[in-house]
């Protein structure tokens, strides 16, 4: 066999040469003079790119010219969809000088955009690969077809380097479906789901100005590694739902639900806000970017990645860093040269004193960084959306400047911005004489629909009398009637408040909500209603859910919608949102609303400082469902299903009060909640307080249900679950707990039984007393708010408190309920003292979990070895604890040390370490601290 070997290898080395074929380049021009099969040079170029494709073989390469591309068409291999390029081999498509002049155009149905009609821009197989293109104006057939843009096969097919803007989905993905695409811009596509991207994986590239009518604007269950996603809009996930994020900015986007990121979402090292339940590395300080794309220098951004997430080059095609920065764009001093174009956008450029204008900046090129001037002395630098108002009229040039190396002082892009006082439209029942624009109270107008009618300025105001006004309507979507539409940006209030003034819709007797029902307000994007009582609206039976069957007393385009100081009481919904679906609401008041599914009071809106009471759903959320919530009390709501109080959302520094469930969640089911007090809740089966979902720093108390009193298949941190009663499990059941306050004793960390001592229960007063274990009993990183129920600093003795309240005054930095637990007092007299004689005071034993009265207890290296593979560190450990491990090679230098690892999980005795980077003779010293 010895001489066989030898002898077989060039045998097989010759048998391989001769299947080796050669890849063939077929050439297209769009002006070729003489187009001849098979396309081998410019002078017989093919003058469209699907003859070449035709044309070619698995491994070919095809080289396109500049030119628009947008004639002809190809059905997919199955269906009836037509793409202009139908790339159904394994070839390369690539363009000579790049997307700025080389365009594939497909083709949009006037009037609906999709339909049969239609042609998207390009199909490509699995292992297709296409370079340096746009794709615009391609759409789908309206039967849910995916991907206007671009359609794959799979993620084999790579699509680099190209633009993809002004593509539609009826379905999914509006610029791309599937695939893989790396160090690509998706700007101003739309679709169902996925407005940018859906079910790829995108390397580098930049998502903005996406659309999506239901979730994902900038991207629907993908892949996003180092992208940018700003400024794309959906109802659910502005800039994305569902898929993975690493190292991504997802920053300035917005939705009804989740405006950055919604549920499923998982992210990693990102810059985004609200900060996700989970993930590594992600933070929500702003991006600092200086365009749509690149990173300003003092971006916290900037080296704030991963290297695992990091693949190929930047969006310049620069090479990463290490560690490398977060988003598309890794700046390299030297290389931000070069042209810069300057642009910028207003949405509007004549309005009233107060009115907020929003602005986006259009840079290109490798910018450095940039600012905006408004004109009344007011800059911003490095923002590429911005809103400003002004308080006084006159004319104000806007300024956006951008900068780079080359250009110092800057390239601008200027607008006027005209500002008028407060246009004023006054509306008077019992007025007598009418004449539009109803400039006064002798001319006003006797209903507020005409005075919106009149209203032309953004930002003017509707100036209403007391009275009821329940007469009249309009349609804004489909045939669902409002007694008034508030179709423009402004702003209707009332002289005197919602006990005067009165908009009444109509319910349709027998039924409530039906054809002829009369929902009282339809509110449009940065309209303002304040200070009216909304009743008695109700919704269609049938049509669109969202639009026609929602929000009974007012419906709203999005959160930009304000709606304060008002009364919704007595509306009804067929759908969701029986009192109001979607917008903001400060200081209202929801009584007594219904819906026949979700959001009782409210659906996918913004609470702040709102009472929501009497409120009730057929399936979830009797109070709210899908919501944001303030600083709001819901007192006595119910729902036939779960979540009586709330269902889904997130909730901050509420208290949950009597409300039911006749399954799951009295006072609430899933969501996420901080700061929040659930009391005398109640559901028929599980979760007599909350039912699934996060509660950090929450009190729980004298709720009930048939399992879990207090919560049921919750996890609860930094909780006080205490008081409640059921048959089986009266304060927990199948919940996940640590740093709890609770009964009996349950598996986590933190946990302890001590009764919590509240200052008065009975009264519903649920601050410490003094000597309560829960002070300083918390862990701070399930602390997500800087303030506690009252509005107190949150953390005032080094450690967040358990519950709600935050004790200002503790004379201990120890855990009252550890120091207890040991025989320490808790009036600071023993925090450092070191009673067991080990080394270590009472707060290091603390901190590290031992025992203070063990001497043999304590944190304390053991014993360091040698090895071919490194140094050995042995130190005493605890199960609960996670330890940081840090190296100095000499102790004379003033910092000597350095970390070498991180969250080393420890375990019961002794933990150990190996530093394999210590392989020389050293000397090396170690230490090890808690985490």
Not at 1 to 8: G, R, S
Not at 315 to 325: K, T
Not at 451 to 457: E, G, K, Y
Not at 470 to 482: D, F, I, K
Request: with cysteine.
């Amino acid at each position: 066999m010895k001489k066989l070997i030898p002898q077989l290898i060039p045998v097989l080395l010759a048998s391989l040469s001769l299947n080796v074929i050669a890849a063939t380049t077929h050439y297209v021009d769009l002006n070729s003079p003489s187009p001849t099969p098979p396309y081998l040079d410019w002078i017989t170029a093919a003058t469209n790119i699907q003859h070449a494709v035709d044309a070619a073989a698995a491994g070919d390469e095809i080289v396109v010219t500049n030119g628009v591309y947008q004639t002809g068409g190809r059905v997919v291999v199955f269906g009836a969809m037509t793409n202009r390029v139908l790339v159904n081999k394994a070839v390369t498509v690539r363009s000579v000088n790049g997307p700025a002049v080389t365009v594939i155009r497909g083709y949009r149905v006037p009037g609906t955009t999709n339909g049969s009609s239609a042609v998207r821009c390009v199909y490509l197989t699995n292992g297709a690969a296409l370079y340096g293109f746009t794709l615009t104006n391609g759409a789908t057939r309206s039967l849910g077809d995916n991907g206007g843009g671009v359609w794959c096969e799979s993620r084999s097919a790579v699509v680099s380097n190209c633009t993809l803007t002004g593509n539609s989905a009826s379905g999914y993905g509006g610029g791309a479906s599937d695939g893989t695409l790396n160090n690509c811009t998706l700007n101003g596509n739309s679709a169902s789901v996925g407005g940018g991207a859906f079910y790829g994986t995108l390397n580098n590239c930049t998502l903005n100005g996406n659309l999506a009518s239901s979730e994902g604007g900038g991207a629907s269950y993908c892949t996003l590694n180092n992208c940018t996603v700003t400024g794309n809009s959906a109802s659910y996930g502005g800039g994305a739902s569902g898929g993975t994020l690493n190292n991504c900015i997802v920053y300035y986007n917005t939705a009804l639900v989740g405006p950055n990121h919604y549920a499923y979402s998982a992210l990693n090292y990102c810059c985004t806000t609200p900060l996700p339940g989970g993930g590594a590395g992600n933070f929500t300080a702003e991006p600092q970017l200086a365009s749509l794309s690149h990173l300003n220098a003092n971006s916290p951004c900037l080296g704030a990645g991963s290297a695992t997430y990091a693949k190929g080059v930047d969006i310049d095609g620069e090479a990463w860093a290490g560690p490398p920065s977060i988003g598309c764009d890794e700046p390299h001093p030297g290389a931000l040269t070069g042209a810069l174009s300057v642009a910028l956008q207003s949405t509007y450029t004549n309005v009233a004193t107060g009115f907020e204008v929003n602005f986006t900046a259009e840079i290109g090129g490798r910018v450095s960084g940039s600012r905006w001037e408004f004109g009344d002395g007011t800059i911003v630098s490095n923002r590429p959306y911005a809103s400003h108002s002004w308080v006084a009229a006159g004319g104000y040039p806007v300024v956006l400047r951008a900068y780079n190396e080359n250009h110092p002082a800057g390239v601008t892009a200027t607008t006027m911005v005209h500002v008028v006082e407060q246009p004023v439209h006054y509306v008077a029942l019992g007025g007598v004489v009418t004449m539009s624009p109803y400039a006064s109270w002798t001319t006003a107008a006797t209903n507020i629909q005409d005075a919106v009618d009149a209203a032309t300025l953004p930002g003017a105001l509707v100036l209403v009398s007391n009275g009821v006004y329940q007469t009249g309507g309009r349609v804004a979507y489909g045939t669902m009637t409002n007694r008034v539409s508030v179709n423009k940006p402004v702003t209707v209030r009332s002289v005197n408040g919602p006990a005067v003034t009165v908009i009444r819709g109509y319910q349709v007797p027998g039924t409530t909500n039906g054809d002829s029902a009369v929902r009282c307000v339809y509110l449009t994007n940065e309209a303002v209603l304040y200070g009216f009582t909304l009743t008695n609206g109700a919704t269609r039976s049938l049509g669109d859910n969202t639009r026609e069957r929602s929000g009974g007393g007012v419906w709203c385009e999005s959160a930009s919608v304000v709606i304060s100081n008002c009364v919704l009481s007595g509306n009804s919904a067929s759908y969701y949102g029986g009192g109001a679906s979607h917008a903001t609401l400060n200081n209202c008041v929801l009584s007594g609303n219904s819906a026949s599914y979700y959001g009782g009071g409210a659906s996918y809106a913004t609470l702040n400082n709102c009472t929501l009471t009497g409120n009730s759903a057929s399936e979830q959320g009797g109070g709210a469902a899908s919501s944001t919530l303030n600083k709001c009390m819901l007192i006595g709501n119910s729902a036939s299903k779960e979540g009586g109080g709330a269902a889904g959302g997130t909730l901050n520094n509420c208290a949950l009060t009597g409300n039911s469930a006749s399954n799951l969640g009295g006072g609430v089911f899933y969501g996420a909640l901080d700061n929040c007090t659930l009391g005398g809740n109640s559901a028929f089966n599980g979760g007599g307080g909350a039912s699934h979902g996060t509660l950090n720093n929450c009190i729980l108390t004298g709720n009930s249900a048939s399992y879990g009193g207090g919560a049921s298949q919750a996890t609860l941190n930094n909780c006080i679950v205490y008081y409640n009663t059921a048959p089986v499990g009266p304060n927990h059941d199948y919940s996940t707990l640590n740093y709890c306050c609770t009964t009996p004793l349950l598996a986590g960390t933190g946990n302890f039984t001590n009764t919590p001592l509240f200052v008065d229960s009975a009264t519903g007063n649920f601050r410490l007393q003094t000597s309560s274990p829960c002070i300083n009993a918390g862990n701070n990183t399930y602390a997500n708010n800087t303030t506690d129920s009252d509005g107190n600093p949150r953390v005032i003795g080094g450690t967040v408190d358990i519950g709600a309240y935050e004790f200002q005054s503790p004379s201990s930095v120890l855990s009252y309920a550890w120091a207890q637990q040991n025989g320490l007092p808790t009036d600071g007299s023993a925090d450092f003292t070191d009673a067991d004689g080990d080394g270590m005071n009472n707060y290091g034993e603390w901190r590290s979990d031992t025992n203070p009265t063990n001497s043999l207890s304590s944190l304390r290296m053991v014993n360091a070895t040698n090895s071919p593979n490194g140094k050995t560190v042995t130190w005493q450990s605890v199960a609960t604890r996670n330890y940081w491990l840090e190296r100095a090679t000499s102790l004379a230098l003033a910092s000597p040390f350095q970390t070498i690892a991180t969250n080393i999980v420890g375990v019961a005795g002794v933990k150990s370490f190996t530093d394999t980077s210590a392989t020389n003779a050293g000397p090396y010293f170690y230490r090890v601290g808690v985490q």
